[in-house]
């Protein structure tokens, strides 16, 4: 199958949260099973100056778009699989983050952006840019993206089209006046199109007009279909349900091995976890804790914002230091969340500890070195960290949604039994639940044959981009099967 692969962001050219480890280890695992699946993200500056080889392919006059666009051909680096970058000068080379100013709100020209952007994927898609390749499938990704399937569904002969919304609280919201400005159709302004209580939604373009919807996780894939988590368009997504399927979000254990991951302290695995001990001690010795074997070490790595939970792990760090735990934190966000952290350093210096920013090799050590990881997320469409956790035999504890609920088995008697557990759940968004799963997790790590046993399980957990790409082939087959017999897009 020939495959288009669209993202607004795609690791390790451009990162800025998990859409970018998608796009960047998704379309590797779909080359390595044999498709041809090329990638197209635009051109930011930052791209630009990366010492990546590029070729100029094309020129393109897109409607709407004031100068002509170039295409630009290279390689998603360490693999065989091509990368187009969408060169508009007028709407990508300018510093800084894809989506935000410096000063962290949006640029204010975003909705033009990425209209841009999509009328050039638009154009790939039809084999306009005179490439030799059509796809026959367009696989775009949330709302930076959402256009395409709208604007191709003008066209007679088109690919097929599938959406995947990695987070729904993203949907790209835009008033009357810019729509006017984009030069779209004037039929997109229409309840049954992609007007939402009167605002221009980009989301809705993949959401009704996509072949099929995907997101990723199947609990998340539930979840986005009720009043909660739906963020008023549920019943648009219970009206797609028929084609709708959660596929949870792989990751790279070429990446993410403690067996040989060059930014820890010692490499283990699963038949010499003493090493992990190691680790454990330069970690806190990194942080300039109380180095003890047997304090039990919990670690958060996230964007410290209210979605994952930060206010509740907060609220329970006099409880954590009672039980003679340590806390690390490593991340960035809201600046009342980068504070109160900061305070409880000061506040608990035998204690916490922080890291407020993101470093790359630092979260390998983190991950490595504690016992215990927390991601009591209020909503989580997949995540990312438990799984890394598993893998290097630190158990997660989360809350019970989305993909959490997806990768983590809780423990309780039974799946020990069962020797299933990986970690601990709670569900009530309260810091009582997540304290009574954390008090549940030190009452096992006192028993160190069960605790061994938690972390051997997880890290025999296969979740792996393979296992995932191959049910993204098969749904792409089964998408290409109903256009040929005509089955449609149902609405």
Not at 210 to 219: F, G, K, L
Not at 285 to 291: D, K, S, T, Y
């Amino acid at each position: 199958m020939k495959i288009l692969f669209a993202s607004s962001e795609a690791h390790p050219m451009i990162k800025t949260g998990g859409l970018a480890d998608v796009a960047g280890s998704l379309p590797r695992a779909i080359r390595k099973l044999r498709h041809d699946i090329r990638i197209v993200i635009p051109a930011y500056q930052s791209v630009l100056k990366q010492t990546g080889k590029y070729t100029l392919v094309a020129h393109l006059d897109l409607e709407g778009v004031k100068q002509p666009v170039r295409i630009l051909a290279g390689r998603l680096p360490d693999s065989t699989v091509t990368v187009y970058l969408v060169d508009s000068p007028e709407h990508f080379d300018r510093a800084g983050n894809p989506y935000t100013m410096k000063q962290g709100s949006a640029w204010p020209d975003n909705a033009e952006r990425f209209t841009a952007f999509c009328r050039a994927i638009e154009a790939l898609a039809l084999n306009a840019a005179d490439l030799n390749w059509q796809p026959d499938i367009v696989h775009c990704n949330d709302w930076q993206t959402a256009l395409v399937p709208p604007l191709l569904q003008r066209h007679h002969h088109h690919p097929v089209t599938l959406f995947t919304i990695h987070n729904l609280a993203y949907q790209g919201l835009f008033d009357w006046k810019v729509f006017k400005n984009l030069e779209l159709p004037a039929d997109f302004w229409s309840t049954e199109a992609l007007e939402f209580h009167n605002q221009f939604s980009f989301i809705k373009g993949g959401l009704v007009f996509a072949d099929w919807i995907t997101t990723v996780s199947p609990t998340y894939a539930e979840e986005i279909q009720t009043r909660t988590y739906g963020y008023g368009l549920e019943g648009l997504i219970r009206h797609r349900s028929n084609n709708l399927t959660g596929i949870v979000n792989g990751v790279d254990y070429g990446v993410w091995n403690p067996g040989r991951d060059p930014f820890i302290a010692a490499q283990y695995n699963i038949r010499s976890l003493t090493d992990k001990l190691k680790n454990k001690r330069a970690l806190q010795q990194h942080f300039e804790l109380p180095v003890a074997d047997t304090t039990p070490v919990f670690a958060v790595i996230s964007r410290l914002v209210e979605q994952k939970g930060i206010d509740l792990i907060l609220e329970i760090v006099p409880k954590l230091v009672m039980h003679r735990a340590q806390l690390i934190v490593l991340g960035s966000g809201d600046s009342k969340l980068e504070t109160a952290i900061q305070s409880a350093v000061k506040t608990y210096p035998q204690h916490v500890a922080a890291h407020i920013g993101y470093d790359e090799p630092l979260s390998h050590h983190i991950e490595a070195g504690a016992d215990i990881f927390l991601m009591p997320s209020r909503f989580e469409p997949c995540g990312l960290n438990q799984i890394y956790s598993q893998r290097y035999g630190t158990v997660p504890i989360v809350r019970h949604t989305g993909g959490l609920a997806d990768t983590v088995t809780d423990t309780t008697p039974a799946s020990i039994a069962a020797k299933t557990a990986t970690g601990f759940s709670f569900t009530p968004v309260t810091a009582m639940a997540l304290l009574g799963a954390v008090e549940r997790a030190l009452r096992y790590y006192q028993q160190p044959q069960v605790w061994e046993q938690l972390v051997s399980t997880g890290m025999r957990q296969d979740f792996s981009w393979r296992h995932s790409a191959q049910l993204y082939i098969d749904l792409y087959k089964k998408i290409l099967a109903q256009r040929v017999v005509g089955a449609g897009t149902s609405r």
